[in-house]
């Protein structure tokens, strides 16, 4: 596969990544086609015109879906049955999705017909790609999928390709119809399981597991540093990163947490053995390691679960090309998958605590030794007193968002589809809850690089810490006078959520 800021991904034997779903979607990397996925396409499809040559009974081929899979399909009613699966599942309401997550749809969904379980059409799949390609998004509502394969979604932007409903093309939405003619494309022309084939899947959970996966693994770096600069300002003991100790209980993540903490200290006169102020801090403070490595373990089985749905065929049914046979399952089902993102939004809720936490005991001179508010100029002046608002409400969503979800919502489809994950409820909590984290790391790092300044030790950070600091004044001038704070946070919040400086 080519690296992420690559101009092209290549779908071929080695299966595209996560990082390249991110490029396709954010970057608009084009994606390219190799003979080894068409002759997969190709094989699979084989099996699929055996059958309908054959009339035996598949779901959704020549049986109706969900309830309906007691129906056998005429023969004469096979093509149009298609045309009206995504019809009859764009049933979705809300807002639209956000452009980004359009293309990572439609990039995953791509991704799963080249998996070749799918048995869709070699021109139906072009087309897809060619759409990506062009930049042609389907306008798709938010809401509507409970997981059980993403259906409204994916009906939505399906049926956009079909030439039906509106379609975003270059900034402006326009009916579907005109938007393929401008982009020198043709509606989408389903044949025999190929209208199914389109909507049966979770692109739009693993899509936005893709997405998220990304902005967490930024924000987790800078979480760090907003760590370890607050550290320096607190003069807190370094001795909870003493690799000694957490060997004694080596906890998921809590060693490796704090050898990047050590790393971003190196050459902090923090490091002294007579700078730590106390010979324990709070919890906050100490127990760092194991909260931010709990949340480092949680990202990377987060990490695991998305990368074996991306890979993976979970149509139903699905085609075994290489025995000639179609196959009813449950592979679809996302238990396992929404279970490691359901814990990864409880490990961040728990470090937004562990931040809340810290940022209001940085502004407190019981516990910090520094003026209150860390305002220099007395206590005629707010300095960060309000921000402690700010603050409280971030992590009280975040804990709140972080309640699970997943747990089976009611039965449908005449009871025949009576369990389902929820994925994309479970996804969109997560990237609400890594908006408002963002937040809370960018106040920290504000907060603690004012602190540092206050404490005098702005000329003694270690190397990493340093390039923080730097990183923060050269978008935020030191709170002297009182002034509005909103426009740094968004600031340095919008600058971290690109990525490492």
């Known amino acids: 596969m080519s690296a992420i800021n690559s101009p092209s991904i290549t779908f071929s034997a080695a299966p595209p990544t996560i990082e390249d779903i991110a490029a396709v979607a954010r970057r608009h990397a084009r994606i390219e086609i190799s003979a080894d996925v068409e002759a997969r396409i190709a094989a699979a499809r084989a099996v699929v015109d ?8 598949v779901y959704g081929l020549t049986t109706g879906l969900g309830a309906g899979v007691d129906t056998r399909l005429a023969t004469d009613d096979l093509v149009a049955f298609q045309m009206r699966v995504p019809q009859a599942r764009s049933v979705g309401v809300g807002k639209p999705l956000a452009k980004e997550s359009v293309r990572a749809m439609m990039a995953v969904r791509a991704v799963g017909l080249a998996a ?27 809401l509507g999928s409970i997981g059980a394969a993403d259906l409204a979604p994916l009906a939505h932007m399906s049926r956009g390709l079909l030439g039906f409903g509106d379609v975003e093309l270059g900034g402006e939405v326009l009916p579907a119809g005109i938007a393929l003619e401008k982009a020198g494309l043709k509606p989408l022309e389903l044949a025999p399981k190929d209208g199914h084939a389109l909507v049966v ?10 997405l998220a996966l990304e902005d967490i693994e930024r924000l987790f770096g800078w979480s760090l540093k907003a760590i370890a600069i607050n ?21 998921f993540g809590q060693r490796r947490v704090a050898s990047e903490l ?3 200290l190196s050459g902090s006169s923090l490091l002294a053995a007579d700078a730590a102020r106390r ?10 390691p194991q909260v931010w490595g709990a949340l480092r373990h949680a990202i990377d089985e987060a990490r695991q679960a998305t990368e074996i749905e991306l890979v993976s065929s979970s149509d139903n049914p699905v085609v075994i090309a290489s025995e000639g046979v179609i196959l009813s399952h449950g592979n679809f089902d996302m238990t396992a998958f929404v279970l490691a993102w359901e814990r990864l939004g409880q490990a961040m809720a728990h470090c937004a605590a562990g931040t809340a936490y810290r940022i209001m005991k940085i502004m407190s001179p019981g516990m910090s030794d520094l003026p209150r508010f860390l305002t220099p100029m007395g206590q005629s002046r707010t ?19 972080a309640m699970p979800v997943s747990l089976s919502p009611i039965p449908v489809a005449d009871g025949v589809e009576d369990q389902a994950s929820m994925a994309p409820s479970v996804l969109a909590k997560a990237q609400a809850i890594v908006e408002r984290l963002r937040y809370l790391v960018a106040i920290e790092l504000i907060a603690s690089v004012q602190a540092v300044e206050l404490r005098g030790v702005s000329g003694e950070l ?9 990183f923060v004044r050269n978008y935020v001038p030191a709170l002297e006078e009182d002034r509005a704070q909103a426009p740094d946070f968004a600031t340095i919040a919008a600058l971290i959520g690109l990525g490492p400086q």
């Open 462 to 470: 270690g190397k990493g810490s340093a390039e923080a600091y730097a």
């Open 231 to 251: 550290f320096e300002a607190f003069r807190a003991n370094v001795s909870a990163f003493d690799d000694r100790a957490l060997a004694a209980r080596p906890a």
């Open 116 to 142: 070749g379980g799918s048995g869709v059409s070699p021109s139906v799949f072009h087309g897809l790609v060619a759409a990506i390609n062009a930049g042609v998004h389907p306008v798709v509502p938010s």
């Open 279 to 288: 010979l324990q801090d709070p919890l906050s403070y100490r127990c760092a």
């Open 383 to 401: 300095g960060f007193a309000t921000v402690q608002k700010t603050v409280s409400a971030m992590e009280a969503e975040i804990r709140h968002l």
């Open 262 to 264: 050590m790393e971003i």
């Open 201 to 210: 899947a979770n692109s739009l959970s693993i899509g936005l597991a893709c």
């Open 50 to 57: 055996r059958y309908t040559e054959s009339d035996l009974p």
